[in-house]
């Protein structure tokens, strides 16, 4: 599997290991107003209609759509997706792991997260600094599928490293970001 493969999933990591740096880092795109609120309604609800987003958003229909469709273009809107109660569809534990490895050769981070990148357990992975490697969130359906994740984490090549951390309660968990 090639990097651009393995870093195309948005629950991913998505800049290859041996291209981080300040280059890819690019600056906030300049918005104005209506493009601000246009992005706040559709992280408040995804689904509204083009029409009650153009009225919410004090401008007509048609330039409404060719604001969002821009927004998509650059990347800003990457897609929509439907909230779910994980515990009503058996997924009871959320749980955080925090990954050590023995080397942060690029071919060595890229396998890791490409093998826990392929679990459909796995909800985010990020590699981090400060205290560990990655930090992953993951779903179980109970404690002993929690444990088999442990288990399969513990037991990957090159991790030395891990600390579990599940949930006990959420009390904000917000998508998108302040606009």
Same mark, same amino acid.
């Given at each position: 599997?090639?990097?651009?493969?393995?870093?195309? =999933?948005?629950?991913?990591?998505? +800049?290859?290991?041996?291209?981080?740096?300040?280059?890819?880092?690019?600056?906030?795109?300049? @918005?104005?107003?209506? =493009?601000?609120? +246009?992005?706040?309604?559709?992280?408040? =609800?995804?689904?509204?209609?083009?029409?009650? &987003?153009?009225?919410?958003?004090?401008?007509?229909?048609?330039?409404? &759509?060719?604001?969002?469709?821009?927004?998509?273009?650059? *990347?800003?809107? $990457?897609?929509?997706?439907?909230? %779910?109660?994980?515990? @009503?569809?058996?997924?009871?534990?959320?749980?955080?792991?925090?990954? *050590?490895?023995?080397?942060?050769? *690029?071919? %060595? &981070? #890229? /396998?890791?997260? /490409?093998?826990?990148?392929?679990?459909?357990?796995? $909800? #985010?992975?990020?590699?981090?600094? *400060?205290?560990? =490697?990655? &930090?992953?969130? @993951? %779903? /179980?359906?109970?404690? !002993?599928?929690?444990?088999?994740?442990?288990?399969?984490?513990?037991?990957?090549?090159?991790?030395?490293?891990?600390?579990?951390?599940?949930? +006990?309660?959420?009390?904000?968990?917000? !998508?998108? %970001?302040?606009?």
């Amino acid at each position: 599997m090639d990097a651009s493969a393995i870093f195309a =999933d948005a629950n991913r990591c998505h +800049i290859p290991f041996g291209e981080m740096n300040a280059s890819t880092i690019s600056p906030p795109i300049e @918005l104005d107003a209506i =493009d601000r609120q +246009i992005i706040a309604e559709l992280q408040v =609800d995804g689904r509204m209609t083009n029409v009650e &987003l153009a009225r919410r958003a004090g401008i007509s229909a048609p330039p409404c &759509l060719r604001r969002v469709r821009r927004l998509e273009e650059l *990347g800003i809107i $990457r897609g929509y997706h439907a909230e %779910v109660d994980a515990a @009503l569809l058996g997924w009871s534990l959320n749980f955080y792991a925090l990954i *050590g490895l023995d080397s942060q050769k *690029g071919s %060595v &981070l #890229e /396998a890791f997260e /490409a093998q826990v990148g392929a679990w459909p357990e796995t $909800r #985010e992975c990020h590699m981090i600094r *400060g205290g560990g =490697d990655f &930090l992953v969130r @993951l %779903v /179980a359906r109970d404690a !002993a599928h929690q444990n088999i994740l442990t288990r399969r984490l513990t037991d990957s090549a090159h991790v030395v490293r891990v600390q579990t951390l599940q949930t +006990i309660h959420t009390s904000r968990d917000l !998508a998108g %970001v302040p606009i």
